[in-house]
């Protein structure tokens, strides 16, 4: 669901510990709408950020299909969660994006970033497209999981151009993977492991490109997900607001 400064709450008690989400996002002040949207499901523990290609119709296209999509289909094979299974769903996702998008002259496609925890607790999967991202935090040690699927990423990693160029700004909305793309590319898919006091965030590129590294780990020390939800959006608005923002806070506490 598309939100503005709202934000989503839920407590899921699992064998090996106790997961409590909550999410949210505003639109900033460069657009009237928002294309992001966020699912933090209502009885399994597992939540899904989507940000829109543009601002237009096939942006909203993309993320009503993928997130819905995304999902039902997560429902559906519960409690069977594993890779094969996950990468259906992807294969599933990239389908139906394409499908919305078939017949219009606009772009129609999103990122795709979520975090799927197994029955037990214990055992977690990233599942990704495009560069909306997911971070861990470990014992206060912030780390990003995710490899952003950008030109951008691709020429700082090999050296084409300094990280504060212009030619690195604008590779960053170069995506070379992303739902709906043409070829349907695979997603990464990553195996995770979930440890009471270790919090995870999903977010979008409002949140990453305009929250520094120290504000989103302050931001995340929080006792409280949705208190780190509204610091972190906050914090975007504050400086500049510049984009869609949104943002998922997953927490895992002992087990009850």
Avoid at 150 to 165: E, I, K, M, N, R
Avoid at 219 to 240: H, Y
């Amino acid at each position: 669901m598309s939100q503005d400064a709202g934000h989503e709450s839920r407590r899921f008690t699992l064998t090996d510990l106790t997961l409590e989400v909550a999410g949210g996002s505003v639109v900033g002040n460069r657009y009237r709408d928002n294309y992001d949207v966020i699912h933090v499901d209502s009885t399994l523990p597992f939540a899904v950020v989507a940000d829109g290609m543009g601002d237009g119709a096939g942006s909203r296209r993309a993320g009503a299909a993928a997130v819905p999509t995304f999902a039902a289909l997560v429902r559906e094979a519960w409690p069977e969660i594993g890779a094969d299974r996950l990468r259906s769903v992807a294969d599933a996702v990239q389908a139906a994006v394409i499908e919305a998008g078939r017949g219009s002259p606009q772009l129609t496609g999103c990122t795709l970033t979520g975090l799927v925890v197994e029955p037990h607790g214990g055992q977690g999967w990233v599942i990704q497209l495009g560069d909306s991202r997911a971070y861990r935090l470990r014992d206060d040690l912030l780390e990003l999981a995710t490899t952003d699927h950008t030109v951008a990423w691709l020429g700082v990693l090999h050296g084409w151009y300094p990280t504060d160029s212009p030619a690195a700004a604008r590779a960053r909305y170069q995506l070379t993977r992303y739902a709906g793309h043409p070829a349907a590319p695979e997603a990464d898919l990553l195996a995770v492991t979930l440890r009471p006091g270790d919090t995870w965030l999903l977010c979008t590129d409002g949140v990453s490109d305009q929250v520094s590294y120290h504000v989103m780990q302050e931001a995340l020390i929080r006792p409280e997900p949705a208190d780190a939800v509204r610091t972190l959006l906050r914090a975007s608005l504050d400086a500049g607001g510049a984009d869609n923002a949104s943002a998922v806070v997953l927490r895992a506490g002992p087990a009850s």
